[in-house]
């Protein structure tokens, strides 16, 4: 059974038309984390969720927000898509902060034309 | 800081061979590590941690792990690789020391096995 679900898996926009990208866990978890992913990269951190305290990283460009209306989904949303945007978008969750393990999302591929 | 080092970019094996794919991270207190899984177009899918006890850790597909602390390294094996092991490997870190909660990830060793 699924437990970190993603949706879509494949987005195609517009330069410059705002996406969202979807994230539901069935796991009841604490944390969410969102992740991008360049090809042939390490994921990079987004930001994160612990509960409804949202956690940027001080490198997370402004064009990338997120919400988080309750425990199982969280949303990131890109506000003005570049080129340099197109990525896979990877959704974690962790029970808690620290060492718990975090579980993955097939992840989404975003595509900028 | 922390940092996670994978020496190998791409790792080409034959079917049935041995693989160690090496992972060594630099941090100045106890972490815990991980190695993670990635089939093209797909997340990442955990295969075995190292969060205390024994050095030596089982994880799934017949992967293993040991952890060595003098040497600050964490390397992957499997004794006999199948083609259905070909997928991206990435090794992460999270610091118990600071109160981060991150992961941190080395650059991937691409896996390629072959027939």
């Known amino acids: 059974d699924a437990m970190v679900i993603q949706n879509p898996r494949y987005q195609v926009t517009q330069f410059g038309k705002p996406v969202t990208l979807s994230c539901s866990q069935t796991l009841n978890h604490n944390v969410m984390y969102w992740y991008q992913q360049k090809s042939s990269q390490a994921p990079k951190l987004l930001f994160h969720?612990?509960?409804?305290?949202?956690?940027n990283e001080a490198d997370t460009p402004d064009n990338f927000q997120s919400r988080r209306p309750n425990t199982s989904f969280c949303f990131l949303d890109i506000r003005s898509p570049g080129l340099g945007d197109a990525a896979m978008y990877l959704c974690?969750?962790?029970?808690?902060?620290?060492?718990?393990?975090?579980?993955f999302g097939p992840g989404t591929r975003l595509l900028v034309l | 800081a922390q940092s996670v080092t994978q020496l190998d970019s791409q790792v080409p094996v034959f079917e049935e061979a041995p693989v160690e794919l090496r992972c060594n991270y630099s941090s100045s207190v106890s972490v815990y590590l991980f190695w993670y899984v990635q089939y093209p177009n797909q997340g990442l899918q955990l295969l075995l941690k190292?969060?205390?006890?024994?050095?030596l850790v089982k994880g799934i597909n017949g992967f293993e792990a040991e952890f060595n602390k003098s040497q600050t390294s964490f390397h992957l094996r499997k004794p006999s690789v199948h083609i259905s092991d070909t997928a991206e490997y990435f090794c992460a870190v999270s610091d118990l020391g600071s109160g981060t909660y991150k992961y941190i990830f080395g650059t991937g060793t691409r896996l390629k096995v072959l027939a």
């Open positions: 969720y612990y509960d409804k305290d949202f956690n």
């Open positions: 190292y969060l205390s006890g024994s050095t």
């Open positions: 974690a969750t962790s029970r808690d902060r620290g060492s718990e393990t975090q579980y």
